[in-house]
Protein backbone atom coordinates (compact mmCIF):
# COMPACT_ATOMS: atom_id res chain seq x y z
CA UNK A 1 0.00 0.00 0.00
CA UNK A 2 1.46 3.26 -0.67
CA UNK A 3 1.47 5.56 1.90
CA UNK A 4 0.62 9.24 1.29
CA UNK A 5 0.01 12.30 4.03
CA UNK A 6 -3.49 14.14 3.76
CA UNK A 7 -4.47 16.90 5.83
CA UNK A 8 -7.67 17.41 7.12
CA UNK A 9 -10.00 20.09 9.05
CA UNK A 10 -12.21 19.17 12.36
CA UNK A 11 -14.39 21.00 15.38
CA UNK A 12 -13.60 19.76 18.65
CA UNK A 13 -14.10 21.39 21.95
CA UNK A 14 -10.76 22.15 24.24
CA UNK A 15 -11.00 23.45 27.92
CA UNK A 16 -9.00 26.54 28.26
CA UNK A 17 -6.42 26.35 30.74
CA UNK A 18 -8.73 29.35 32.49
CA UNK A 19 -11.82 27.22 32.42
CA UNK A 20 -10.21 23.85 33.80
CA UNK A 21 -8.97 25.92 37.11
CA UNK A 22 -12.23 27.79 37.39
CA UNK A 23 -14.19 23.79 37.34
CA UNK A 24 -11.45 22.58 39.46
CA UNK A 25 -11.67 25.31 42.04
CA UNK A 26 -15.49 25.12 41.96
CA UNK A 27 -15.54 21.63 43.20
CA UNK A 28 -13.02 22.05 46.05
CA UNK A 29 -14.21 22.33 49.54
CA UNK A 30 -13.15 25.46 51.16
CA UNK A 31 -10.42 23.42 53.52
CA UNK A 32 -8.95 22.61 49.78
CA UNK A 33 -9.64 25.45 48.30
CA UNK A 34 -7.04 27.13 50.92
CA UNK A 35 -4.53 24.15 50.12
CA UNK A 36 -4.62 25.34 46.65
CA UNK A 37 -4.50 28.97 47.07
CA UNK A 38 -0.91 28.50 49.53
CA UNK A 39 0.29 26.51 47.01
CA UNK A 40 0.08 29.50 44.45
CA UNK A 41 1.09 31.36 46.99
CA UNK A 42 4.24 30.05 47.47
CA UNK A 43 4.98 29.13 43.77
CA UNK A 44 3.84 32.83 42.55
CA UNK A 45 5.84 36.26 43.43
CA UNK A 46 3.07 38.43 42.10
CA UNK A 47 0.30 36.77 43.80
CA UNK A 48 -0.08 38.04 47.75
CA UNK A 49 -3.33 38.12 50.34
CA UNK A 50 -4.66 41.26 50.47
CA UNK A 51 -4.34 42.28 54.17
CA UNK A 52 -5.10 45.52 53.66
CA UNK A 53 -8.99 45.13 55.63
CA UNK A 54 -6.61 44.68 58.68
CA UNK A 55 -4.76 47.83 58.96
CA UNK A 56 -5.56 50.97 60.48
CA UNK A 57 -8.09 49.18 63.28
CA UNK A 58 -8.65 51.43 65.81
CA UNK A 59 -8.46 50.15 69.50
CA UNK A 60 -12.07 50.24 71.08
CA UNK A 61 -12.69 52.41 73.63
CA UNK A 62 -14.42 51.46 76.16
CA UNK A 63 -18.53 51.68 76.09
CA UNK A 64 -17.85 50.17 72.08
CA UNK A 65 -20.82 49.28 70.38
CA UNK A 66 -20.95 45.17 70.48
CA UNK A 67 -20.28 44.04 66.97
CA UNK A 68 -17.61 46.59 65.90
CA UNK A 69 -14.42 45.55 64.84
CA UNK A 70 -12.28 45.00 68.03
CA UNK A 71 -8.78 44.48 68.01
CA UNK A 72 -7.12 41.29 69.39
CA UNK A 73 -6.44 41.62 72.91
CA UNK A 74 -2.88 40.55 72.36
CA UNK A 75 -2.62 43.27 69.55
CA UNK A 76 -4.27 45.95 72.22
CA UNK A 77 -1.21 45.04 74.78
CA UNK A 78 1.25 45.14 72.43
CA UNK A 79 0.27 48.43 71.11
CA UNK A 80 -0.18 50.28 73.95
CA UNK A 81 3.26 49.02 75.50
CA UNK A 82 5.06 50.14 72.58
CA UNK A 83 3.47 53.83 72.28
CA UNK A 84 4.86 53.68 76.19
CA UNK A 85 7.96 52.39 76.05
CA UNK A 86 9.46 52.72 72.98
CA UNK A 87 11.08 55.51 71.63
CA UNK A 88 9.91 58.00 68.89
CA UNK A 89 11.22 56.67 65.48
CA UNK A 90 12.65 53.78 66.66
CA UNK A 91 11.24 49.83 65.46
CA UNK A 92 9.26 48.06 67.63
CA UNK A 93 11.27 45.00 69.61
CA UNK A 94 9.80 41.93 70.30
CA UNK A 95 10.55 40.00 73.11
CA UNK A 96 9.69 36.34 73.73
CA UNK A 97 10.59 34.07 76.50
CA UNK A 98 13.20 31.46 76.34
CA UNK A 99 14.38 28.18 77.74
CA UNK A 100 17.53 29.17 79.22
CA UNK A 101 16.14 32.48 81.14
CA UNK A 102 13.27 33.52 83.53
CA UNK A 103 10.75 34.14 80.44
CA UNK A 104 11.17 37.73 78.73
CA UNK A 105 8.15 40.05 79.73
CA UNK A 106 7.07 37.59 82.86
CA UNK A 107 7.32 40.14 84.97
CA UNK A 108 8.08 39.32 88.71
CA UNK A 109 4.59 38.87 89.74
CA UNK A 110 4.24 35.65 89.05
CA UNK A 111 1.50 35.84 86.18
CA UNK A 112 1.43 33.91 83.51
CA UNK A 113 -1.51 35.44 81.21
CA UNK A 114 1.37 36.76 78.95
CA UNK A 115 2.20 33.15 77.73
CA UNK A 116 -0.16 31.12 74.99
CA UNK A 117 -2.04 28.61 76.57
CA UNK A 118 -0.89 25.04 74.75
CA UNK A 119 -3.61 21.99 75.49
CA UNK A 120 -2.28 18.98 76.95
CA UNK A 121 -2.28 16.27 74.95
CA UNK A 122 -4.40 13.37 75.84
CA UNK A 123 -2.42 10.24 76.57
CA UNK A 124 -3.09 7.20 74.72
CA UNK A 125 -4.66 3.43 76.05
CA UNK A 126 -1.54 1.85 75.61
CA UNK A 127 0.02 5.00 77.34
CA UNK A 128 -2.51 4.97 80.63
CA UNK A 129 -2.33 1.01 80.62
CA UNK A 130 1.18 0.87 80.91
CA UNK A 131 1.55 3.51 83.42
CA UNK A 132 -0.64 1.02 85.23
CA UNK A 133 1.08 -1.70 84.83
CA UNK A 134 4.32 0.09 86.39
CA UNK A 135 2.53 0.65 89.72
CA UNK A 136 2.02 -3.13 89.92
CA UNK A 137 4.78 -5.48 91.31
CA UNK A 138 5.54 -7.63 88.70
CA UNK A 139 8.55 -9.57 87.22
CA UNK A 140 9.87 -8.75 83.77
CA UNK A 141 8.80 -11.32 82.57
CA UNK A 142 5.49 -10.98 83.14
CA UNK A 143 5.36 -7.46 82.35
CA UNK A 144 6.75 -8.15 78.96
CA UNK A 145 3.70 -10.56 78.71
CA UNK A 146 1.38 -8.00 79.66
CA UNK A 147 2.24 -5.62 77.03
CA UNK A 148 2.45 -8.05 74.64
CA UNK A 149 -1.68 -8.12 75.19
CA UNK A 150 -2.12 -4.18 75.54
CA UNK A 151 -0.22 -4.15 72.17
CA UNK A 152 -3.17 -6.64 71.14
CA UNK A 153 -5.89 -4.47 72.02
CA UNK A 154 -8.34 -2.51 68.88
CA UNK A 155 -9.67 0.98 69.54
CA UNK A 156 -12.67 -0.32 71.13
CA UNK A 157 -10.41 -2.04 74.21
CA UNK A 158 -11.24 -5.82 73.45
CA UNK A 159 -8.57 -8.30 73.18
CA UNK A 160 -9.02 -9.90 69.72
CA UNK A 161 -6.11 -12.32 69.35
CA UNK A 162 -6.82 -15.38 70.56
CA UNK A 163 -4.37 -16.53 73.42
CA UNK A 164 -3.30 -20.14 72.00
CA UNK A 165 -2.73 -18.20 68.55
CA UNK A 166 -0.41 -15.58 70.86
CA UNK A 167 1.56 -18.52 72.54
CA UNK A 168 2.18 -19.97 68.98
CA UNK A 169 3.85 -16.93 68.09
CA UNK A 170 6.25 -16.80 70.73
CA UNK A 171 9.68 -18.08 70.46
CA UNK A 172 9.43 -21.78 72.23
CA UNK A 173 12.42 -21.03 74.47
CA UNK A 174 10.86 -18.59 75.83
CA UNK A 175 8.21 -21.34 77.79
CA UNK A 176 5.34 -19.33 77.47
CA UNK A 177 1.89 -21.39 77.91
CA UNK A 178 -1.50 -20.31 77.73
CA UNK A 179 -1.52 -19.99 82.01
CA UNK A 180 1.12 -17.45 81.38
CA UNK A 181 -0.78 -15.05 79.32
CA UNK A 182 -3.94 -15.83 81.47
CA UNK A 183 -2.17 -14.74 84.38
CA UNK A 184 -1.45 -11.51 82.53
CA UNK A 185 -5.01 -10.87 80.68
CA UNK A 186 -6.61 -10.70 84.42
CA UNK A 187 -3.60 -8.22 85.53
CA UNK A 188 -4.97 -6.08 82.06
CA UNK A 189 -8.95 -6.87 83.49
CA UNK A 190 -8.12 -5.54 86.95
CA UNK A 191 -6.86 -2.32 85.30
CA UNK A 192 -8.70 1.39 84.12
CA UNK A 193 -10.85 1.48 82.35
CA UNK A 194 -13.39 -0.99 83.51
CA UNK A 195 -13.91 -3.70 80.56
CA UNK A 196 -10.82 -3.15 79.24
CA UNK A 197 -9.25 -6.09 77.45
CA UNK A 198 -12.43 -8.15 77.34
CA UNK A 199 -12.94 -11.42 74.33
CA UNK A 200 -16.59 -10.25 74.10
CA UNK A 201 -19.58 -7.89 74.81
CA UNK A 202 -21.22 -10.14 77.60
CA UNK A 203 -17.22 -10.39 79.15
CA UNK A 204 -17.08 -6.42 78.74
CA UNK A 205 -20.59 -5.75 80.30
CA UNK A 206 -19.57 -8.23 83.08
CA UNK A 207 -16.52 -6.72 84.46
CA UNK A 208 -18.03 -3.27 84.85
CA UNK A 209 -20.13 -5.19 86.41
CA UNK A 210 -18.11 -6.47 88.91
CA UNK A 211 -15.97 -3.09 89.37
CA UNK A 212 -19.70 -1.73 90.79
CA UNK A 213 -20.04 -1.53 94.34
CA UNK A 214 -21.29 -4.96 95.96
CA UNK A 215 -24.34 -2.78 97.63
CA UNK A 216 -25.32 -1.76 94.21
CA UNK A 217 -29.22 -2.63 93.37
CA UNK A 218 -30.07 -5.56 90.86
CA UNK A 219 -26.03 -5.77 90.11
CA UNK A 220 -26.21 -9.77 90.84
CA UNK A 221 -29.47 -10.75 88.48
CA UNK A 222 -27.38 -8.09 86.25
CA UNK A 223 -24.32 -10.32 85.88
CA UNK A 224 -26.46 -13.05 85.55
CA UNK A 225 -28.17 -11.93 82.67
CA UNK A 226 -24.85 -10.36 80.97
CA UNK A 227 -23.74 -13.60 81.22
CA UNK A 228 -26.08 -16.00 80.06
CA UNK A 229 -29.07 -14.08 78.54
CA UNK A 230 -27.37 -11.35 77.04
CA UNK A 231 -29.36 -11.77 73.73
CA UNK A 232 -32.65 -12.18 75.18
CA UNK A 233 -31.87 -8.91 76.63
CA UNK A 234 -31.24 -7.70 73.28
CA UNK A 235 -33.72 -9.09 71.26
CA UNK A 236 -36.30 -7.40 74.22
CA UNK A 237 -37.79 -10.54 74.56
CA UNK A 238 -39.25 -9.65 77.89
CA UNK A 239 -41.38 -12.40 78.64
CA UNK A 240 -38.70 -14.69 78.39
CA UNK A 241 -36.37 -12.73 80.72
CA UNK A 242 -38.95 -12.38 83.46
CA UNK A 243 -39.53 -16.42 83.38
CA UNK A 244 -36.09 -17.15 83.61
CA UNK A 245 -34.95 -14.27 86.02
CA UNK A 246 -38.19 -14.73 88.02
CA UNK A 247 -38.30 -11.22 88.42
CA UNK A 248 -41.81 -8.55 87.95
CA UNK A 249 -41.61 -5.97 85.39
CA UNK A 250 -40.27 -3.37 87.53
CA UNK A 251 -37.25 -5.26 88.40
CA UNK A 252 -36.20 -6.13 84.76
CA UNK A 253 -36.76 -2.69 83.84
CA UNK A 254 -34.32 -2.20 86.77
CA UNK A 255 -31.78 -4.57 85.30
CA UNK A 256 -32.21 -3.36 82.16
CA UNK A 257 -31.20 0.16 82.88
CA UNK A 258 -28.52 -1.05 84.89
CA UNK A 259 -27.06 -3.16 82.03
CA UNK A 260 -27.85 -0.21 79.40
CA UNK A 261 -26.21 2.12 81.67
CA UNK A 262 -22.80 0.64 80.71
CA UNK A 263 -20.05 1.01 77.98
CA UNK A 264 -19.94 -1.48 75.72
CA UNK A 265 -16.32 0.45 74.42
CA UNK A 266 -14.71 1.33 77.48
CA UNK A 267 -11.14 2.58 75.01
CA UNK A 268 -13.42 4.90 73.50
CA UNK A 269 -12.52 7.87 75.53
CA UNK A 270 -8.98 7.47 74.45
CA UNK A 271 -10.23 8.07 70.56
CA UNK A 272 -7.77 10.21 68.57
CA UNK A 273 -10.06 11.19 66.15
CA UNK A 274 -9.54 15.12 65.64
CA UNK A 275 -12.57 17.23 65.51
CA UNK A 276 -13.64 18.39 62.04
CA UNK A 277 -14.41 21.63 62.20
CA UNK A 278 -17.25 23.41 58.97
CA UNK A 279 -16.47 26.53 57.90
CA UNK A 280 -19.96 27.76 56.28
CA UNK A 281 -19.45 28.94 52.56
CA UNK A 282 -23.10 31.24 53.13
CA UNK A 283 -24.72 32.78 56.23
CA UNK A 284 -28.77 32.96 56.01
CA UNK A 285 -30.31 35.02 57.85
CA UNK A 286 -34.11 36.30 57.95
CA UNK A 287 -34.14 40.47 56.91
CA UNK A 288 -37.70 42.32 56.59
CA UNK A 289 -39.52 39.47 56.42
CA UNK A 290 -37.54 37.52 53.94
CA UNK A 291 -34.81 34.89 53.88
CA UNK A 292 -31.51 36.00 52.53
CA UNK A 293 -27.83 34.36 51.97
CA UNK A 294 -24.96 35.99 52.16
CA UNK A 295 -21.41 34.93 51.85
CA UNK A 296 -19.30 34.37 55.01
CA UNK A 297 -16.51 36.38 55.16
CA UNK A 298 -14.16 34.80 56.65
CA UNK A 299 -14.37 31.75 54.29
CA UNK A 300 -13.59 33.83 51.48
CA UNK A 301 -9.99 34.14 50.72
CA UNK A 302 -8.52 37.87 49.67
CA UNK A 303 -6.21 38.23 47.25
CA UNK A 304 -4.11 40.52 44.95
CA UNK A 305 -1.80 40.84 42.51
CA UNK A 306 2.45 42.35 43.86
CA UNK A 307 2.24 45.89 43.14
CA UNK A 308 6.12 46.13 43.62
CA UNK A 309 6.28 43.37 40.59
CA UNK A 310 3.23 44.36 38.54
CA UNK A 311 5.16 47.97 38.14
CA UNK A 312 8.30 46.20 37.04
CA UNK A 313 6.65 44.59 34.32
CA UNK A 314 4.83 47.45 33.03
CA UNK A 315 7.92 49.04 32.91
CA UNK A 316 10.00 46.33 31.19
CA UNK A 317 8.01 44.13 28.88
CA UNK A 318 11.63 42.75 27.18
CA UNK A 319 12.08 39.26 26.85
CA UNK A 320 14.02 38.42 30.23
CA UNK A 321 10.27 39.49 32.09
CA UNK A 322 8.88 36.64 30.07
CA UNK A 323 8.05 34.40 33.25
CA UNK A 324 6.82 37.00 35.32
CA UNK A 325 4.40 38.25 32.51
CA UNK A 326 3.02 34.60 32.77
CA UNK A 327 2.63 34.28 36.48
CA UNK A 328 1.12 37.36 36.09
CA UNK A 329 -1.37 36.12 33.93
CA UNK A 330 -1.92 33.24 36.06
CA UNK A 331 -2.49 35.36 39.56
CA UNK A 332 -5.29 37.62 37.83
CA UNK A 333 -7.11 34.61 36.21
CA UNK A 334 -7.11 32.82 40.06
CA UNK A 335 -8.23 35.43 41.33
CA UNK A 336 -11.12 35.77 39.00
CA UNK A 337 -11.44 32.32 39.04
CA UNK A 338 -12.03 32.54 43.04
CA UNK A 339 -14.36 35.52 42.56
CA UNK A 340 -16.45 33.44 40.31
CA UNK A 341 -16.58 30.19 42.61
CA UNK A 342 -17.95 32.57 45.48
CA UNK A 343 -20.53 34.25 43.22
CA UNK A 344 -21.96 30.78 41.77
CA UNK A 345 -22.29 29.73 44.95
CA UNK A 346 -24.39 32.56 46.62
CA UNK A 347 -26.39 32.28 43.38
CA UNK A 348 -26.90 28.50 44.08
CA UNK A 349 -27.76 29.40 47.60
CA UNK A 350 -30.53 32.24 46.89
CA UNK A 351 -31.84 29.69 44.93
CA UNK A 352 -32.24 27.51 47.07
CA UNK A 353 -32.74 29.21 49.89
CA UNK A 354 -35.86 30.62 47.91
CA UNK A 355 -37.54 27.22 47.05
CA UNK A 356 -36.98 26.30 50.59
CA UNK A 357 -38.12 29.27 52.80
CA UNK A 358 -41.07 26.84 53.88
CA UNK A 359 -37.95 25.24 55.74
CA UNK A 360 -36.56 27.88 56.95
CA UNK A 361 -40.36 28.49 58.79
CA UNK A 362 -41.36 25.32 60.21
CA UNK A 363 -38.14 22.53 59.37
CA UNK A 364 -37.83 19.68 57.77
CA UNK A 365 -41.56 18.37 57.69
CA UNK A 366 -41.84 21.94 55.47
CA UNK A 367 -39.05 20.82 52.81
CA UNK A 368 -40.08 20.76 49.52
CA UNK A 369 -38.88 18.20 46.81
CA UNK A 370 -36.11 19.58 45.03
CA UNK A 371 -33.77 18.51 42.10
CA UNK A 372 -30.36 19.34 40.77
CA UNK A 373 -32.27 20.37 37.17
CA UNK A 374 -34.88 22.86 38.60
CA UNK A 375 -32.07 25.38 39.87
CA UNK A 376 -29.60 24.40 36.60
CA UNK A 377 -32.63 25.55 34.70
CA UNK A 378 -33.07 28.57 36.88
CA UNK A 379 -29.94 30.17 36.91
CA UNK A 380 -28.98 29.01 33.16
CA UNK A 381 -26.49 26.86 34.34
CA UNK A 382 -25.31 23.09 33.66
CA UNK A 383 -26.69 20.28 35.93
CA UNK A 384 -22.91 19.20 37.09
CA UNK A 385 -22.08 22.71 37.53
CA UNK A 386 -24.71 23.00 40.32
CA UNK A 387 -23.49 19.77 41.23
CA UNK A 388 -20.10 20.78 41.58
CA UNK A 389 -21.22 23.82 43.79
CA UNK A 390 -23.47 21.66 46.18
CA UNK A 391 -21.04 19.26 47.28
CA UNK A 392 -18.57 19.94 50.21
CA UNK A 393 -20.15 23.79 50.69
CA UNK A 394 -22.35 24.35 53.64
CA UNK A 395 -24.73 27.06 54.68
CA UNK A 396 -25.41 28.56 58.55
CA UNK A 397 -29.05 28.50 58.87
CA UNK A 398 -31.03 29.51 62.40
CA UNK A 399 -31.66 25.87 62.26
CA UNK A 400 -28.27 24.42 62.17
CA UNK A 401 -25.24 24.26 59.50
CA UNK A 402 -25.88 22.08 56.63
CA UNK A 403 -24.58 20.84 53.00
CA UNK A 404 -26.07 22.72 50.29
CA UNK A 405 -26.86 19.28 48.49
CA UNK A 406 -29.13 18.55 51.50
CA UNK A 407 -31.42 20.63 49.98
CA UNK A 408 -32.59 18.36 47.40
CA UNK A 409 -33.79 15.51 47.39
CA UNK A 410 -36.27 12.76 45.53
CA UNK A 411 -40.33 13.60 46.26
CA UNK A 412 -43.76 11.16 46.32
CA UNK A 413 -46.88 11.54 45.53
CA UNK A 414 -49.61 12.73 47.29
CA UNK A 415 -53.45 12.04 47.17
CA UNK A 416 -54.41 15.38 46.15
CA UNK A 417 -51.64 15.23 42.86
CA UNK A 418 -48.89 17.31 44.89
CA UNK A 419 -45.82 15.71 45.75
CA UNK A 420 -44.01 15.33 49.00
CA UNK A 421 -39.98 15.17 49.60
CA UNK A 422 -38.39 12.55 50.89
CA UNK A 423 -36.89 14.51 53.71
CA UNK A 424 -40.55 15.40 55.17
CA UNK A 425 -41.07 12.19 55.13
CA UNK A 426 -37.98 11.06 57.48
CA UNK A 427 -39.20 13.89 59.30
CA UNK A 428 -42.52 12.96 59.56
CA UNK A 429 -41.43 9.47 60.62
CA UNK A 430 -39.00 10.67 62.72
CA UNK A 431 -41.36 12.77 64.52
CA UNK A 432 -44.28 10.12 64.90
CA UNK A 433 -41.71 7.41 66.39
CA UNK A 434 -40.76 10.02 68.93
CA UNK A 435 -44.54 10.54 70.40
CA UNK A 436 -45.12 6.33 69.72
CA UNK A 437 -46.03 4.60 73.51
CA UNK A 438 -42.48 2.22 73.62
CA UNK A 439 -45.05 -0.18 75.42
CA UNK A 440 -46.67 -0.91 71.73
CA UNK A 441 -44.44 0.96 69.20
CA UNK A 442 -45.16 1.34 65.84
CA UNK A 443 -45.02 -0.44 62.93
CA UNK A 444 -43.97 0.19 59.29
CA UNK A 445 -47.12 -0.85 58.29
CA UNK A 446 -48.74 1.36 60.94
CA UNK A 447 -46.84 4.39 59.92
CA UNK A 448 -47.55 4.04 56.53
CA UNK A 449 -51.70 3.99 57.41
CA UNK A 450 -50.88 6.80 59.51
CA UNK A 451 -49.18 9.00 56.47
CA UNK A 452 -51.82 7.66 53.87
CA UNK A 453 -54.35 9.35 56.46
CA UNK A 454 -52.42 12.96 55.97
CA UNK A 455 -52.35 12.23 52.18
CA UNK A 456 -48.72 10.60 51.79
CA UNK A 457 -49.00 7.31 49.38
CA UNK A 458 -46.13 5.85 50.58
CA UNK A 459 -45.75 1.75 50.56
CA UNK A 460 -44.47 0.13 53.80
CA UNK A 461 -41.24 -1.39 52.22
CA UNK A 462 -40.56 2.91 51.88
CA UNK A 463 -41.00 3.49 55.09
CA UNK A 464 -38.60 0.67 56.42
CA UNK A 465 -35.96 2.17 54.12
CA UNK A 466 -35.97 5.48 55.06
CA UNK A 467 -36.45 4.32 58.65
CA UNK A 468 -33.22 2.68 58.69
CA UNK A 469 -31.64 5.81 56.99
CA UNK A 470 -32.89 7.44 60.37
CA UNK A 471 -31.33 4.76 62.11
CA UNK A 472 -34.53 3.64 63.73
CA UNK A 473 -34.98 0.03 65.15
CA UNK A 474 -37.46 -2.06 63.81
CA UNK A 475 -40.65 -2.52 65.74
CA UNK A 476 -39.36 -5.60 67.78
CA UNK A 477 -36.35 -3.88 69.11
CA UNK A 478 -38.14 -0.26 69.93
CA UNK A 479 -40.42 -2.32 72.63
CA UNK A 480 -40.21 -1.27 76.45
CA UNK A 481 -41.54 -2.35 79.30
Known sequence: MKQSLQLKLSQHLTLTPQLQQSIKLLQLSTLELNQEIERFLQDNPLLERDDSSDEDIPVPQPGAMPGSELTPPSTQATTSTDSEDRPEGSEPEMEWGSDEGGGGGGGDDGEDGDYPQVAANEPSLREHLIWQMNLLKLSERDRLLLSLLVDCLDDDGYLTADLEELVALLPPERGVDASDLQVALKHLQNMEPAGIGSRSLGECLALQLEALPPQTPYRAEALHTVRNHLDLLAARDYARLKKLLHCTDDSLREIQALVVGLDPRPASRFSNDAARYIIPDVIVKKVRGAWRSALNPDA????????????????????????????????????????????????????????????????????????????????????????????????????????????????????????????????????????????????DSQISEILGKQGIVVARRTIAKYRESLQILPVNLRKAL
Open 300 to 443: MPKLRVNRLYADILQRNRDSSMQQLSGQLQEAKWLIKNVQQRFDTILRVSQAIVERQRHFFEHGEVAMRPLVLREIADTLGLHESTVSRVTTQKFMLTPRGIFELKYFFGSHVTTETGGACSATAIRALIKQLVGEEDRRKPLS
